[in-house]
């Protein structure tokens, strides 16, 4: 025992011993006491936080803020209630909860917050108390909403109308609660920008725009040379209204390096305690000190911003917020730069007042590489089923609006509503939605919300429409609709046991007439018009995968006037009608092996097959005499895999820049009949087949595709295209759509403001296509619209691309964590149903041709259905089979936008000019007289608005700044005074939004 006792006992001595010499060493301390030194807790323990700008210094804006994806690796309802922590810890209410708290405790503080379709959520459930609490900060400018929309929107794969329409619901939300317009757009995570975004945020009143995500060539270039702020015109047409102040972030939208303060970030708090072996605040100063003169040496004015935030970050915002009062307080203290809290607007409005003179920008900023090989393009084509519903929802929404307003107007109370749609639309518009990079639980949750708000939708039409056709007599008639029309499949026409009545309804601001294709379960029924007289009707066997699809298709011409609908009725009861049985409505299957070509033919275009490979090989435009030797395929791009970057969800590499084609043998069979004719393709795969059809008087070719589900038995990831290849003189250049409005033209291997280093050559030379590209020689121009975003390119001289599909093995490291392998309905892989549209005309007649086209291919006609109790003539003798809501058509140039009925008796009307300038002769100033808009509804007053309708036209101010090489300085209001009050008349120039 003694000897283990004695042990102990000369352990603990010794360490008695070194804790004595240790703290009575007399050499100087590792830590010193600073008696003088500035850096100190202040006495009174408050910090100084009040710093404003100072003149002749360099000034760091300090801005406080949460980036909180409505949806991305968790669901939009995770994210907000904090669930489902095993994936991503996350809780947005809880950020919304401690960041108030915070800025409550300091009135200096600020914080910026963007995504309303959570802060409506939190909001809404807080008392009263709170809320006034949270207007007083909103008021003080401590709490500032800024980019206002239901979300962040991503700017390649949307549309304007949906860009708009979810900007104006947070607006208003803002303006109805706060009383404020947002005034800076703040778009930090998407995978590049579009002009078209900047054009919408001037036309809204918004007065600076920032992001973080530019090609990194082009970064090193903007800090050389100090360009990381600029003004981005985003119009040619619009010219100088377009205008609007852009600045690129330093860090991203994260803070710069070690100074992350959130309770889940690892770097050192400041620690302020001088009396602690871990005492600071020098270090940390300088540190800070350094990274702000970094950053300023590629900045090109005194003022600099941090970021001081990230993703989903500030759930414990005190451990944020304590960390920069006491960074700027001991970062003024030592004074070599200037610290404030700050906000987006604040430091544009110190920018302003610098008076300086700024570089201007006319090109976009797509497409967006963040290394050599890892160009962000392949999300301009991810889950096309889901761009494709969310188009279709985008115009669903409008009609749906149309309907709420007729109801309003004839006082009749619907069962449902828009706003849930509109609000499910604004939150798929997000940056980690529409584009396809979000997991595949979060993406089927995006479908169940836009489904959820079809489902209401559907109910307000379906009601509307009963009453609409009621006229004075009791609604006896149950109308449904037939969501799946694009797979061959609705009960209601293919499983009725009698006669159906079908109202076709048109949302377009103007007649049109278009063949409606229906799924039947025989040949024996008739189509009958309103009048109940039969029309021309054609019978095709259904082409579709879907195994509960009928057998066969009708199709008729169906004819409606603006805001109208009509009526027709597939009658099974009166088929003994001879004309039937005499080849009216019959369509035939034609193969000729013996012949060389195959041709379709109409007044207006001449398209030629060849029956030896099964390929299209020529277009002639009778009209102008236009002939173009065309070849379209299907292929596909091997995926990459190897060491290094790999294709995923978001980015697109290529194993080879040569793709392989999806089959070497083609089959033709080819239908005809009184109303259009088609040509069927098959590819020998069989996971690729296309229709091609020309109606009988129409300007353009239907290009319909099916892809899927590809196949991955050889185990490599593939990314399918359609490709045309023609003999246009078009050279290096395509021309793609921003948002479905104007066109850009895209140089293969160039960048407009900077020399391109190109180390891929396909990737990098994809753009996104929302809505149209062309190419172009000085005689032709091959024009394709597409139904969904798309990625596209031009790859060699005369030649088009558009992927369709894609389905990957690997991840691509971008933190989605799956790869893009959609299982489709039956576990086998996803199916995908696409449209384009094919127009050949001289260059100077393109727009008159496919301008109409895209509006009518965007805003498709809405149909219900009713089975009859009795005959069509029954019907028509007791029910309204036609109407319209307008005294008269808008002109051709001008697109109904928006027919929204607001409280109050208040309707919102938006006016699009759909041509841009140069665009042929439709491209002129036009007059829209309000007054012989609508019928039933008398118009007392017309007050115009910003874009996003929350605030007067009249009451933007926007700032105005000094533009590099020429004269003076931006204007100061976005439109032109072209309102007369007197006679409701309002003028729109090519490319005008007007509200």
């Given at each position: 025992m003694f000897p283990r006792l004695l042990v102990v006992w000369t352990v603990v001595v010794c360490l008695l011993v070194s804790v004595w010499a240790v703290g009575h060493d007399t050499r100087e301390p590792t830590r010193p006491h600073h008696p003088r030194n500035p850096l100190t807790r202040p006495v009174d323990g408050v910090y100084n936080t009040g710093a404003g700008v100072v003149e002749g210094k360099l000034n760091v804006h300090v801005v406080p803020h949460s980036h909180d994806d409505v949806g991305w690796l968790k669901t939009v309802d995770q994210y907000f209630y904090g669930a489902n922590n095993s994936i991503q810890h996350a809780g947005v209410q809880y950020v919304l909860d401690?960041?108030?708290?915070?800025?409550?405790?300091?009135?200096?503080?600020?914080?910026?917050?963007?995504?309303?379709?959570?802060?409506?959520?939190?909001?809404?459930?807080?008392?009263?108390?709170?809320?006034?609490?949270?207007?007083?900060?909103?008021?003080?400018?401590?709490?500032?909403?800024?980019?206002?929309?239901?979300s962040m929107n991503d700017e390649a794969c949307v549309n304007?109308?949906?860009?708009?329409?979810?900007?104006?619901?947070?607006?208003?939300?803002i303006m109805q609660n706060f009383g404020v317009a947002p005034r800076i757009g703040w778009h930090v995570d998407p995978f590049g920008h579009a002009s078209a975004q900047a054009q919408l945020f001037a036309q809204m009143g918004y007065d600076g725009f920032f992001f973080a995500r530019i090609d990194s060539q082009d970064r090193q270039r903007r800090w050389d040379d100090k360009e990381m702020e600029m003004v981005w015109r985003g119009s040619a047409s619009l010219g100088k209204r377009s205008d609007l102040f852009t600045g690129v972030l330093y860090n991203g939208y994260g803070p710069p390096s070690g100074y992350c303060f959130d309770s889940f970030c690892r770097d050192d708090p400041i620690m302020d305690d001088e009396t602690l072996e871990e005492y600071n605040v020098p270090e940390r100063i300088d540190g800070i000190v350094a990274a702000a003169l970094d950053q300023a040496g590629k900045f090109a004015t005194n003022h600099i911003m941090f970021t001081m935030g990230s993703d989903f970050q500030y759930e414990n915002a005190d451990a944020w917020f304590k960390n920069l009062d006491k960074l700027i307080h001991y970062g003024n203290l030592d004074g070599r730069v200037n610290f404030l809290y700050s906000t987006p607007s604040i430091y544009l409005d110190a920018l302003h007042a610098v008076n300086a003179t700024w570089t201007l920008k006319t090109d976009d900023f797509f497409p967006y590489a963040d290394c050599d090989h890892c160009y962000w393009t392949g999300y301009f084509t991810s889950r096309p089923a889901l761009k494709t519903y969310t188009?279709?929802?985008?115009?669903?929404?409008?009609s749906c609006r149309h309907f709420e307003w007729f109801a309003v107007r004839d006082g009749v109370t619907t069962n449902g509503h828009s706003q849930h749609l509109a609000r499910s639309m604004?939150?798929?518009?997000?940056?980690?939605?529409?584009?396809?990079?979000?997991?595949?639980?979060v993406a089927n949750d995006y479908a169940r919300l836009l489904s959820g708000g079809q489902d209401e939708c559907a109910a307000l039409i379906n009601h509307e429409m009963g009453a609409l056709v009621a006229a004075d007599n009791d609604n006896d008639i149950v109308f449904m609709q037939c969501p799946l029309l694009n797979v061959s499949v609705c009960p209601a026409t293919a499983s009725a046991q009698g006669d159906v009545a079908i109202v076709v309804y048109n949302p377009l601001a103007r007649r049109r007439c278009e063949l409606v294709r229906l799924p039947v379960a025989s040949m024996d029924v008739l189509v009958l018009d309103k009048d109940g007289t039969q029309v021309p009707s054609q019978f095709v066997p259904t082409s579709s995968p879907n195994t509960e699809a009928a057998p066969y298709t009708v199709a008729f011409e169906a004819c409606a006037s603006a805001l109208g609908y009509t009526t027709f009725f597939l009658s099974s009861t009166q088929k003994e009608n001879s004309r039937h049985k005499e080849g009216l409505g019959g369509g035939k299957k034609v193969a000729d092996p013996i012949r060389d070509e195959l041709i379709m033919e109409n007044q207006h275009l001449r398209v030629t097959f060849s029956t030896q490979t099964g390929l299209l090989t020529h277009l002639h435009n009778k009209d102008s005499g236009i002939d173009v030797d065309v070849s379209q395929n299907f292929y596909w791009y091997e995926s990459y895999f190897g060491d290094g970057q790999k294709s995923g969800a978001y980015i697109f590499r290529p194993q080879q820049d040569d793709p392989s084609p999806v089959a070497s043998n083609v089959s033709l069979h080819q239908y005809t009949g009184p109303l259009f004719t088609e040509v069927r393709q098959e590819w020998g795969a069989q996971w690729v087949t296309q229709s091609v059809r020309l109606p009988h008087d129409a300007h353009h070719l239907e290009v319909e595709y099916t892809v899927g589900p590809i196949p991955l038995d050889d185990h490599l990831g593939k990314e399918v295209i359609t490709r045309w290849s023609t003999s246009i003189a078009s050279g290096d250049e395509i021309y793609t759509d921003v948002y479905g409005r104007e066109f850009l033209k895209r140089r293969r291997n160039y960048?407009?403001?900077?020399?391109?280093?190109?180390?891929?050559?396909?990737?990098?030379?994809?753009?996104?296509?929302?809505?149209?590209?062309?190419?172009?020689?000085?005689?032709?121009?091959?024009?394709?619209?597409?139904?969904?975003?798309?990625?596209?390119?031009?790859?060699?001289?005369?030649?088009?691309?558009?992927?369709?599909?894609?389905?990957?093995?690997?991840?691509?490291?971008?933190?989605?964590?799956?790869?893009?392998?959609?299982?489709?309905?039956?576990?086998?892989?996803?199916?995908?149903?696409?449209?384009?549209?094919?127009?050949?005309?001289?260059?100077?007649?393109s727009a008159s041709l496919f301008r109409p086209l895209l509006e009518k291919l965007t805003f498709p006609p809405v149909m219900t259905f009713a089975a009859l109790p009795g005959t069509p003539q029954d019907y028509i003798a007791t029910h309204k089979v036609v109407d319209s809501a307008m005294i008269q058509d808008l002109p051709l140039q001008v697109h109904l936008l928006t027919l929204q009925g607001l409280e109050r008796g208040q309707l919102l009307l938006r006016l699009d000019h759909m041509y841009a300038v140069g665009e042929g002769p439709e491209a002129v100033p036009v007059e829209v007289s309000l007054r012989k808009l609508l019928k039933d509804t008398e118009i007392v007053d017309v007050v115009e608005l910003s874009l996003s309708a929350n605030q007067r036209r009249e009451d933007v101010h926007r700032l105005r700044w000094h533009i590099k090489d020429e004269m003076g300085a931006t204007p100061p209001v976005d439109v032109p005074e072209t309102l007369d009050e007197a006679t409701f008349t309002i003028t729109l120039e090519p490319m005008d939004l007007r509200t």
């Open positions: 401690t960041m108030t708290l915070s800025l409550d405790e300091d009135p200096h503080r600020k914080f910026i917050f963007v995504e309303i379709g959570f802060f409506q959520r939190w909001f809404d459930e807080q008392s009263e108390a709170k809320k006034e609490r949270v207007r007083r900060m909103v008021h003080d400018g401590r709490l500032e909403f800024i980019n206002g929309g239901w304007y109308v949906d860009t708009i329409d979810q900007l104006t619901e947070g607006h208003r939300y188009r279709q929802m985008s115009s669903f929404l409008q604004g939150i798929v518009q997000h940056h980690d939605a529409i584009t396809g990079t979000e997991k595949q639980h960048r407009p403001t900077w020399k391109l280093k190109v180390t891929e050559p396909t990737a990098g030379n994809y753009y996104p296509v929302n809505a149209a590209a062309y190419i172009k020689d000085t005689h032709a121009q091959l024009t394709v619209l597409t139904a969904c975003s798309q990625g596209g390119a031009s790859l060699a001289d005369g030649q088009m691309e558009f992927m369709l599909h894609r389905r990957l093995l690997w991840d691509d490291s971008r933190g989605v964590g799956e790869p893009l392998n959609e299982p489709g309905l039956d576990g086998k892989g996803l199916i995908v149903r696409g449209m384009h549209y094919v127009t050949l005309s001289a260059p100077e007649q």
